[in-house]
């Protein structure tokens, strides 16, 4: 990229020079950082010195085209070079268990007519065995179960569920969420509740889960228009069933306080006359 930016050819605009005669690169790139990127057009690798930030590295790589990788990168902090070396992975990792795992079971809700999805991450050993007279109480049978060891286990990292919500975002998603919950397999047992009211307990075991949007109404959706509807619902309470709809039920006016007290006493009600 940067033998392009100054090639003879000089079709990139953005290269021209300043009225120092200097070239800006790219804005937000450090001439420290640019000083050690330079090593690799003389010797294909890049030794990072200490106190140069990895991932300001790494953006710069990718603005320049420079493959990111062990063979190109040489550091000293392991720690950092491979946390984005494993975010590489995650993305790529995730694009498959995508295509894969997630969007068949979203598909499926899309032609239920729904615009959101909520899927629970199960070990392919996980057994859910609910009881159809005393079924777990928290509205779990609204959510998808998607049986995969291999997804758990990736999602067993905080730094890949980020990864997986960039993606997810990149797809045009919306109100992602990605965490542990409890999820209910089977019952333990059915207590009896004084008064004879039953309380089951299920076994819980920690999953992941998924939970995304793709709503376009959003806003539309969650809002209440509240009109003013002309009802008969009042009128119908209080009518008995052989009064026709249409017939006019007197209903005593409503007096106010001050009427009454600046009322002749000739007019007044005899509960209301002063003693």
């Known amino acids: 990229m940067l033998g392009r930016m100054f090639g003879p050819g000089r079709e990139y605009n953005f290269t021209r020079p300043n009225e120092k005669g200097e070239y800006e690169i790219a804005e937000g790139i450090s001439s420290t950082v640019f000083r050690t990127v330079l090593d690799y057009y003389k010797t294909g690798v890049i030794h990072c010195p200490d106190g140069i930030s990895i ?134 047992k059915v207590k009896r509740r004084p008064g004879g009211r039953s309380e089951v307990i299920y076994n819980y075991v920690q999953r992941p889960f998924i939970q995304m949007s793709w709503e376009k109404e959003e806003g539309k959706s969650r809002h209440v228009d509240f009109q003013c509807v002309r009802s008969k619902s009042l009128t119908n309470l209080i009518m008995d069933e052989d009064v026709a709809e249409d017939q006019v039920i007197p209903y005593p006016p409503q007096v106010d306080e001050l009427d009454r007290l600046n009322a002749p006493l000739s007019q007044m009600d005899p509960s209301d006359l002063p003693d």
Not at 58 to 70: A, G, P, S, V
Not at 77 to 98: C, M, P, R, T, V
């Open 55 to 188: 991932p300001d590295l790494r953006d710069t790589c990718d603005y320049l085209c420079i493959n990111f990788d062990f063979n190109t990168i040489k550091c000293q902090d392991l720690s950092a070079l491979l946390h984005e070396l494993s975010n590489d992975g995650a993305h790529n990792q995730f694009d498959g268990y995508l295509e894969e795992l997630i969007l068949p079971i979203m598909v499926g809700s899309a032609k239920k007519g729904e615009r959101e999805c909520h899927i629970v991450v199960l070990t392919d050993e996980d057994i859910v065995d609910w009881d159809e007279d005393y079924p777990p109480p928290m509205g779990e049978e609204y959510s998808q179960i998607l049986y995969s060891s291999k997804l758990y286990r990736f999602f067993k990292y905080i730094e890949n569920r980020d990864v997986a919500k960039t993606v997810l975002k990149e797809r045009g998603l919306k109100n992602i969420r990605i965490g542990i919950e409890g999820y209910p397999t089977y019952k333990e």
